[in-house]
């Protein structure tokens, strides 16, 4: 009887611990209420990800310069920035064969352009 008891304590246990939350669970799609500028939030994530191959020169296949502002400016306005860090851009997916951006760091570039292209 203990036994059966103990194992349907697990069980239940086991059970309760799994969940059914997807990816789309995981990502935080509360709307960012600030202003984004280049400088405070568009860099730092540009700097991580990007920086490696899009140098001056650039470097791997790359075709563009993300070193300044005036440079990703130009990239979000006319070489589909957006669109290739989302993976629905012509070309492949950036960052070239690495992990996908999160969403926030997307929203917050998206969110740039959507503010004006700030720098400061």
């Known amino acids: 009887m203990k036994n059966i008891l103990l194992t349907t304590c697990l069980l239940l246990i086991t059970l ?3 969940t059914n939350a997807s990816e789309d669970d995981l990502t935080d799609s509360t709307p ?3 202003t984004i500028t280049y400088n405070d939030h568009v860099k730092v994530i540009i700097d991580n ?5 899009h140098k001056s ?3 791997n296949g790359a075709n563009v310069s993300l070193l300044t502002y005036n440079d990703v400016k130009n990239a979000v306005q006319n070489n589909n920035l957006i669109s290739k860090i989302n993976g629905n851009g012509p070309g492949a997916q950036m960052p070239l064969n690495g992990q996908k951006l999160p969403q926030t760091s997307i929203d917050i570039i998206e969110k740039w352009e959507d503010d004006g292209f700030l720098e400061n």
């Open 16 to 18: 309760y611990a799994c």
């Open 32 to 34: 960012i209420a600030t």
């Open 49 to 53: 990800n990007c920086i490696g191959c």
């Open 57 to 59: 020169p650039a470097v």
